[in-house]
């Protein structure tokens, strides 16, 4: 009833020709003040009105909307990587990825590992070739939050124990579904991704192509060092 009455408020276009400049004045106040009032903007916000040539649409929170998705950026010496974080799906990971980069935890790492069309993965080893993490607790496992391991996914690194992840992660070259969570069966838990790469992802392919060797226990570990100067958040 409440949509029916305002628009019937509303003069139509042709109407308008009809009347005095004064009259014209007065419908045309109405029809503004109509525009917004709550019930207007509550319920037919999106219709478009002829009278004053746009359309009212609903006013969006982009500051609620940053807050919710917070964005880290990695600046790299290969270019810059923006990663939106998923805290609605992985809280847990979103809050220990978070603490890290405000902590400056990434700054001046490597990564560390470079699998070409596989992953890159960063976060065990800094520019003076010392590894690094090891006081970092581990975050419980949330890859049964149903995001997947897709290319330009971002999730954290682990070892044997579902539960072990600290502070390593990695970004998907491509579509990698023998991550993902199958069961809560040990070998089955998967690896829990907590982001995605919203841009720079042409550079991540670069850090994918570069030359990798041996160095120690470390397979697959790149020729010439791939930085991550820093990682801040964004919003």
């Known amino acids: 009833m409440i949509v029916t009455h305002v628009t019937r408020r509303l003069p139509t276009v042709a109407s308008l020709y009809l009347v005095s400049r004064p009259r014209f004045q007065e419908i045309v106040s109405m029809t503004r003040s109509t ?5 207007w903007r509550r ?9 004053v040539g746009t359309a009212i649409a609903p006013t969006i929170n982009l500051a609620a909307q940053e807050a919710t998705f917070p964005t880290v950026i990695l600046e790299t010496n290969l270019g810059n990587i923006e990663i939106k974080l998923m805290p609605d799906r992985a809280p847990k990971s979103v809050a220990h990825f978070l603490t890290l980069v405000e902590q400056g935890f990434y700054d001046e790492i490597l990564f560390h590992r470079v699998v070409r069309n596989f992953v890159v993965q960063a976060g065990l080893i800094n520019m003076n070739g010392e590894i690094v993490g090891e006081e970092v ?10 995001l997947r391991n897709r290319r330009g996914s971002v999730a954290l690194a682990r070892l044997d124990d579902p539960h072990s992840a600290t502070a390593e992660f990695f970004i998907n070259v491509r579509d990698n579904r023998d ?3 199958v069961s809560y069966k040990r070998d089955e838990w998967g690896f829990a991704v907590f982001g995605e790469v919203i841009n720079g992802m042409n550079i991540v392919d670069e850090i994918a192509r570069v030359d990798t060797r041996r160095a120690g226990i470390l397979r697959d570990f790149p020729r010439e060092p791939v930085v991550i100067y820093r990682a801040y958040r964004a919003s």
Do not use: H, I, Q
Request: glycine letters at 0%; charged letters at 20%; one cysteine or more.
């Open 137 to 146: 607790a581990p975050v419980e496992n949330e890859a049964d939050n149903r």
């Open 43 to 51: 319920l037919v916000a999106p219709l478009c009105c002829a009278v």
């Open 179 to 181: 991550l993902d969570f």
């Open 35 to 39: 525009l917004t009032s709550p019930a």
